[in-house]
T-cell receptor, first 114, second 111 residues
Framework: SQTIHQWPATLVQPVGSPLSLECTVEGTSNPNLYWYRQAAGRGLQLLFYSVGIGQISSEVPQNLSASRPQDRQFILSSKKLLLSDSGFYLC?????????????FGPGTRLTVL | KQEVTQIPAALSVPEGENLVLNCSFTDSAIYNLQWFRQDPGKGLTSLLLIQSSQREQTSGRLNASLDKSSGRSTLYIAASQPGDSATYLCAVSPGANNLFFGTGTRLTVIP
């Protein structure tokens, strides 16, 4: 069966510091991978998605970037964090077979920028 | 742009009641609609997915319906239990990758 991991689970960072959040998927090959952010009182917003190694699509302009160095690894980064980057970050995957765009989510990372 | 609304934002019911959660969306051109459950501080658990050609899906005590033409979906929970307490999110998919989420309904089932 497929599993998705995210780390760290919780992170507190000062404004202006760098960020690296990691997501890995097991039990599937060539998945589509996604980064979402859930800000307080708001719905989930898609930040980035990737259909393959080195292929990144950005949905919204922002202070963050994403990379996919390996088939089942997706990284969310920032060079300098802003207060507005605080939120709950969720990684998700979708297989290419089966139901169109049924996404499965990881446990999330709670980021607090102070 | 697709907008997804969930009403009510919060709901409290006594254990054993049947209940309905509502989801509406503005653009009926969707591929599918997915219902999720989110426990506090946790990730999302997929409950049901309805493809655009379907009208409903069932899993155990859960039944989700879809009326694409009117832009509505409902999640019916039968015989609610305290363990059903969580936030329920609906999300619509306009294509291969994006999901547009509602802000959720926070359900509390009182023992």
């Amino acid at each position: 069966s497929q599993t998705i991991h995210q780390w760290p689970a919780t992170l507190v960072q000062p404004v202006g510091s760098p960020l690296s959040l990691e997501c890995t998927v097991e039990g599937t090959s060539n998945p589509n991978l996604y980064w979402y952010r859930q800000a307080a009182g708001r719905g989930l917003q898609l930040l980035f998605y990737s259909v393959g190694i080195g292929q990144i699509s950005s949905e919204v302009p922002q202070n963050l970037s994403a990379s996919r160095p390996q088939d089942r690894q997706f990284i969310l980064s920032s060079k300098k964090l802003l207060l507005s980057d605080s939120g709950f970050y969720l990684c998700a995957w979708r297989g290419l077979a089966g139901v169109v765009n049924e996404q499965f989510f990881g446990p999330g990372t709670r980021l607090t920028v102070l | 742009k697709q907008e997804v609304t969930q009403i009510p934002a919060a709901l409290s019911v006594p254990e054993g009641e049947n209940l309905v959660l509502n989801c509406s969306f503005t653009d009926s051109a969707i591929y599918n609609l997915q219902w999720f459950r989110q426990d506090p501080g946790k990730g999302l658990t997929s409950l049901l997915l309805i493809q655009s050609s379907q009208r409903e899906q069932t899993s155990g005590r859960l039944n989700a319906s879809l009326d694409k033409s009117s832009g509505r979906s409902t999640l019916y929970i039968a015989a609610s239990q305290p363990g059903d307490s969580a936030t329920y999110l609906c999300a619509v998919s306009p294509g291969a990758n994006n999901l547009f989420f509602g802000t959720g309904t926070r359900l509390t089932v009182i023992p």
